[in-house]
């Protein structure tokens, strides 16, 4: 230990005085001996597990792996809860508590005695709510993501969460299956502990805490059930050990290579557009900057390389039996996509890490030449209908509706959507545009995933499968479809999409990267004029707090008072 920096956690246990006392005495009611005091690294274990987070609920196997690996390495293992965020069950969206918890994140690393920490994380929100709080104090951290659940089987074939739901909802819908079949497809879907299996949010986060180097390698696909999983647990314990004596914090592996290693990393996998809004935020939380202008021009040239669902037909168990994130990481680093050099929490570079990374299936994982889809990657569109940004993700879009000019079908809120879409008297055909608004951040509050709007019953019984849609919300990261979100600014801000009306024409242009709405400009200043803001959702508690101080989505939708972190600085005696 000689030479070591200062711990932290020797602020509160290496004192002979009253206070000492206290926070020693209260710690060996648990029957700790006096030496776990006497200069071990405290590592806390964040974890999020949950009853009420199914993708969570093995968190407590896998915090005991890592305590027995920080026990091992010689460090002192103290778990601590915070509020765990699942999209599954949580209203009205999760992304509305990712910077509650990333607050409750920041401020328990902050007030207690700990050196470093491991993050459990699972469901989508929960990773960047840990990533975000974690990199505001800045202290040596790696990640563990929870894993995803086994293969959805349904009738001999694949079904997968979240991409099948949205498939299945709509053959209920439109009549081509029962419900019983409905019912009995659930049972088939998820059949086991872990996140969502397509490349949804919680998946395409696990993939980019092992591009940032933030998760130990293999950290994105190894299946929650299966031992490795608990393996990399176990490592990761003896391993943050070590990141403390050696002073290795989260900013000298986040940092703007990483994050654009995770960026091109994203368009190789054909990843949730739900990233985008993440990494801006946790890169601002460093002090980094990064914009939607990086994400289109750092995902431009990166063909999707990755067979599975909801742009394929595999899901994550294939994806990890092929070769997992590895694979992926190779054919990008041998085209010299990524900055090689990049540290990642085992102590080496990203490239040392996965140059010799073996692929074991072609089908699920495509070589950079022969790719599974041209062009992966996210698309920024703007003009002015979102002058400050939109996304679509193309890989998860119909080529045929990349260039489209169509009428506007308007809906002002989801209320409005849900009362009307199943009506066969509403005026909508394949060609016209869904336009969905007060979605945004501040308008739902908290920017749920309903920017997947459902098709009207009597197009599906047609066979139409996708039409253009645009709204301020966000888009499942299981979800397809020609979607454009995001748009920013949100019509609760007043942004240009709250003026748009039934029978306007909007044109998509991913190509060119332009959206319009074309209506003359002395219009547009018109309806402005007559525009009026949305009645507040609440005007008490943490809901206020969220819509009075949330940046917009182009912005990462982070707290405008959390931008920019304020460290490991130990806190005043309370004593």
């Known amino acids: 230990m000689t030479g070591m920096k200062q711990l932290r956690s020797q602020s509160w246990f290496a004192r002979q005085d009253k206070n000492g006392f206290y926070y020693r005495s209260w710690l060996k009611n648990r029957g700790l001996p006096q030496d776990q005091f006497d200069g071990r690294p405290v590592i806390g274990i964040c974890n999020t597990w949950s009853e009420l987070t199914p993708c969570n609920t093995h968190f407590k196997t896998i915090a005991d792996h890592v305590r027995w690996g920080v026990l091992e390495a010689g460090g002192f293992p103290l778990e601590f ?18 910077n509650l918890a990333s607050m409750e994140v920041e401020e328990s690393i902050r007030a207690n005695p700990l050196d470093g920490v491991v993050l459990l994380m699972g469901c989508d929100k929960t990773t960047p709510a840990l990533l975000m709080g974690a990199a505001s104090v800045d202290v040596p951290t790696i990640g563990i993501s929870g894993g995803p659940m086994l293969r959805g089987v349904y009738k001999g074939s694949y079904i997968g969460s979240g991409t099948n739901t949205i498939s299945m909802s709509e053959q209920l819908r439109s009549g081509e299956i029962t419900l019983s079949e409905y019912h009995e497809a659930e049972s088939c879907m998820h059949r086991s502990q872990g996140h969502c299996m397509t490349m949804g949010t919680a998946s395409t986060m696990a993939c980019l805490v092992e591009a940032l180097g933030m998760g130990m390698p293999g950290n994105a696909a190894i299946p929650a059930v299966d031992a490795r999983r608990n393996l990399l647990s176990r490592l990761a314990g003896r391993r943050i050990v070590e990141m403390v004596k050696q002073d290795v914090v989260l900013s000298k592996i986040i940092t703007r290579e990483a994050l654009e290693n995770a ?59 092929a070769g997992g994130l590895p694979a992926i990481i190779r054919e990008l680093g041998a085209r010299d996509f990524l900055h090689k050099d990049a540290l990642t929490v085992n102590g080496q570079t990203i490239w040392d890490n996965n140059k010799d990374a073996p692929c074991w299936n072609r089908d699920v994982i495509h070589e950079f030449d022969t790719p599974f889809k041209p062009v992966g990657g996210i698309a ?67 920017m749920a995933e309903v920017g997947n709007l459902p098709l009207p019953p009597k197009l599906l019984q047609r066979g139409i499968t996708d039409m253009v849609r645009i709204s301020d919300a966000r888009m499942s990261g299981t979800a397809y479809g020609t979607v454009v979100l995001h748009c920013a600014p949100e019509a609760a801000a007043g942004g240009p999409l709250a003026l748009v009306r039934n029978g306007d024409l909007i044109s998509l242009d991913v190509e060119a990267r332009t959206l319009t709405l074309e209506v003359a400009d002395e219009e547009l200043d018109r309806r402005r004029a007559e525009w009026r803001a949305p009645t507040a959702k609440s005007n008490r508690g943490y809901v206020k707090l969220y819509v009075d101080h949330v940046n917009q989505a182009n912005d990462g939708a982070d707290f405008d008072f959390l931008v920019g972190g304020s460290g490991s600085g130990v806190p005043r005696d309370n004593f």
């Open 81 to 98: 809860p915070v509020m765990s965020l699942g999209e599954t069950m949580l209203r009205p969206t999760a992304m509305l508590y990712r």
């Open 263 to 321: 960026v091109r990393v994203n368009a190789g996998i054909g990843g949730s557009t739900n990233a985008v809004i993440h990494l801006i935020a946790l890169a601002r939380r460093l002090g980094i900057k990064m914009d939607l202008d990086d994400w289109d021009n750092l995902g431009r040239g990166i063909p999707c390389l990755l067979n599975i669902m909801p742009s394929g037909k595999f899901l994550m168990e294939d994806f990890f039996e």
């Open 380 to 446: 920024v569109l703007k003009g002015n209908l979102a002058p400050d940004g939109a996304v679509l993700k193309p890989s998860a879009a119909s080529p045929a509706l990349m260039k489209h000019t169509g009428r506007a079908v308007v809906f002002e809120s989801i209320e409005d959507l849900r009362a009307r879409i199943n009506d066969d008297a509403l005026d909508i055909d394949e060609h016209c545009v869904m336009v969905l608004k007060n979605c945004g951040p501040k308008g739902y509050p908290g």
